[in-house]
C-alpha cells in the first residue's frame, strides 16, 4: 500500500487545536482591522451591503441559507397532496431542519456582522402543487450547490472555508435527493449533464451569478458590491 | 502574553513545528528580539506570519493531495467498472443506469486529476492493485447487490469526507480547491442515490439521503471508521444542536465532517493489496 506524505498532518484533535489556534490570530488580527468596517448595515439606497472579505462571504451563503429556509418553511407548512412516496414530506422536513440550522448557524458565527432577516417572494411557487414545488426546490439546490462551491476559493480563513465544505456536500445529498423524487422515472438524474460536466465536476457559480439567479425569489436588495472576487 | 506558553502549545500539537521552522531556541531567539522592538498588538501579525510560513502550501503538498484523491477515485472508478462487467453481480435494470453514470463520473475524476497532476508538474500515482472482498470481509460483494450497495454507500460517503479532510490544504490554490469542492458535491450526490437505493429496497428502511449521528445505516462495524466523528454537532465553537429549531438528529445531519489523509488510507487500505 502506498503512503502520501502528509502536509502539516496531525491527528483530528491536534488538527482542531492548531485550527482553533490559527482562528484565534486570524480573529486578533480580523479584530483591530475591522474598526474601519462597516459591513451588514444598510446603504445608503436602502440596500443591504452584504459586506467584504470573509464577514462578506459569509453573509452571501447566510442570504442562501435564509432563502431555502424560507422556502422550506412554507414547503412542510402547507404540504402538498400528492407525494409520491410515504416518507417524501418527512424527508422535505428533515431538509427543513436542516436549513433552519444552517441559518442559525450563520447567523450565530456572523454575530453582530450578520445582515437582517432578509424578505422573500414565492409567489411563483404554487405550494399545493407538487410539480410546483419540486421544480422550485431543484433549482434553488442545484444553485445552492453551485453557489458554495464557487464560494470556497473567495474565503481566508480555514476554519470557515471548511464549515462552508461541511454544509456544500450537504446541499448536495439534498439536490440529489430532489432530483431523485422529482424525476422517478429518469434515473441517474441526481448527478445528470444538467449539474455534472464531463470532467464529473458538479457546478460552481461566483455571487454575482448566483444572485442574480435567484433575484426572483429575494424581495429586499443585497449589495454584493464589496464581496471578493477571487 | 507569555511567548513560551504559546510555543509550548504549539508544541504540543505539533511536534514538528521546529523541523518546519529553525530550532525552538532560534525561533524564541527571534521573538525575544522582537518584542522589543514592535508593538504588543502587532505580535498576532508576527506570530501569524511565522505560522503562516510554517504550513504553506508547497506544490508537492498540494501534488500529494491530488494523488491522494486521485488513489480514492481509482478504487470507486475499478469498483463500479468490476461490478457493472461482473457477469455474477445483477444489477436490477432499474439502476443499471445510474451506475453506469456514476462510474462513468468516477473515470472523469480519474482523468480529470492525472491532468491536474500532471499539468503541476507532479507525477501522477500509479493504480493500486485492489481486492473489493477486502480480504474475504465482503465476500459477495460482486454476486449480491445489498453488499455491493453497502460498500457503494460506504466508498461514496468516505469519499465526500475525504475531499472535505483536504479543502484547507487547498486554500492557496484556488482553481483546485473548487474542483476538490466540485468533486465533493458530485460524490456527495452519488452517495445520496445509494443511500436511498438502499432505503427503497428494504436493506435499510429508515436510512436518509443524508449520514445521521455516526450510524452506519445496517452496514455494521466493518465500517465504522467511515462514519466515526458524524457524530459531531460543535462547528466553530457553536453547539447547532442548541440553535433554534435544532435537535442533536438533525445537527449531526446537516453537517458532513471530514476525515483525515490517515483514517482514509486506512479505511481504504483494506481495499488494496
Known sequence: ?230 | MDLRNIFNAIETTDPEIYERLNSRREVMHRFTNMGGKIALTALPFALGSMLNKAYSQTPTDIISILNFALTLEYLESEFYASALSASSLVIPDSEAASFNLIQQQEAAHVNFLTNTITGLGGTPATKPVFDFTGSGTYPTVFNNFGEFLALAQTFEDTGVRAYKGQLTGLIANNSVLMAAMQIQAVEARHAAHVRRIRNLNGTAPNECPWITGNDTSEIGSSVQASYNGEENVSQLGIDTSKLPGATVKSATECFDEPLTMDDVMAIIGAFII
Not at chain 1, 502536509?7 to 492548531?18: F, I, Q, T, Y
Not at chain 1, 433552519?100 to 450578520?114: E, P, Q
Not at chain 1, 462552508?164 to 432530483?179: F, L, P, Q
Not at chain 1, 422517478?184 to 455571487?207: I, R
Open chain 1, 1 to 230: 500500500m502506498k503512503t502520501f506524505e502528509k502536509p502539516g498532518d496531525v491527528s483530528p484533535v491536534n488538527c482542531l487545536k492548531r485550527r482553533q489556534f490559527l482562528c484565534y490570530i486570524v480573529a486578533s488580527a480580523a479584530l483591530i482591522s475591522s474598526c474601519t468596517k462597516d459591513s451588514g448595515s444598510s446603504g445608503s439606497n436602502n440596500s443591504i451591503d452584504l459586506g467584504s472579505g470573509d464577514v462578506g462571504v459569509l453573509n452571501y451563503l447566510y442570504a442562501l441559507e435564509q432563502l431555502q429556509t424560507s422556502f422550506y418553511i412554507q414547503v412542510v407548512s402547507k404540504p402538498y397532496k400528492n407525494p409520491l412516496a410515504d416518507d417524501e414530506l418527512d424527508l422535505m422536513t428533515n431538509i427543513r431542519d436542516h436549513e433552519i440550522i444552517h441559518r442559525g448557524f450563520y447567523k450565530s458565527l456572523l454575530g453582530t456582522n450578520a445582515i437582517p432577516v432578509l424578505e422573500f417572494d414565492f409567489s411563483s411557487t404554487d405550494f399545493s402543487n407538487r410539480d410546483s414545488v419540486m421544480a422550485t426546490a431543484k433549482t434553488l439546490k442545484d444553485i445552492s450547490v453551485s453557489a458554495y462551491n464557487g464560494a470556497a476559493q473567495l474565503l481566508t480563513n480555514a476554519s470557515y472555508l471548511l464549515a462552508a465544505g461541511k454544509i456544500a456536500s450537504v446541499e448536495a445529498r439534498h439536490a440529489a435527493y430532489i432530483h431523485d423524487v422529482f424525476s422517478d422515472t429518469s434515473y441517474g438524474s441526481f448527478a445528470d449533464n444538467t449539474v455534472v460536466n464531463t470532467d464529473g465536476l458538479d457546478l460552481a457559480a461566483l455571487p454575482d451569478a448566483v444572485l442574480a439567479s435567484v433575484s426572483s425569489y429575494i424581495t429586499s436588495s443585497l449589495d454584493a458590491s464589496h464581496l471578493p472576487t477571487n
